[in-house]
């Protein structure tokens, strides 16, 4: 018999969207673990188009992810006042920038809805939960890109690590 997760935590990040005023509200998935405030990340040719680079975190080189770009949203330039999200998939840690947290919820695995029905395209949601302001849609880090542009990620970092 499988045993069922009472719960799961949610995170949730604001998009804004440079063309508008307007902001949507997105899950962006179940686990996480350190938030930092924004720092200069450095460009990693060759790496796949949502990469915006690296950073040194204590001597280890961290992909940064911008998950605006494979969820379709428009190219935005993230300043000071954003923060990096500091995620571990079952392959690696990521940092994805975010303009700002609201919080983290707690919420019963039975309000978790499936996908299915609602969500198609290449974002990796795994669930969708309904709040009394909006929808929370999580999705899955380990899925968040595909097997070539998983390879092409560990190639660009391993050409740019230094030699010796």
Known sequence: MARLI???RLLCSTWSSSSSQSSNTLCLFRWW?????MVAVSPL???PPMTLGVINLH????PVLDLRHRF???P??????AHLLLARTTRRTLA???DEVLGVKEVAALAVTSPDAVVSGRAPVVG??????????????DSLLSYDEEQQLTRAIAETAPCG
Do not use: K
């Open 72 to 74: 379709g949203f428009p």
């Open 59 to 62: 001597g280890t080189v961290i």
């Open 45 to 47: 040719p060759q790496a």
């Open 33 to 37: 673990s350190v938030l930092l405030p």
């Open 76 to 81: 935005h330039e993230y300043g000071l006042a």
């Open 6 to 8: 009472e719960t799961c």
């Open 96 to 98: 994805l920038p975010v």
């Open 128 to 141: 969708i939960v309904a709040l009394a302001d909006g929808l929370l849609f999580i999705h899955d880090l």
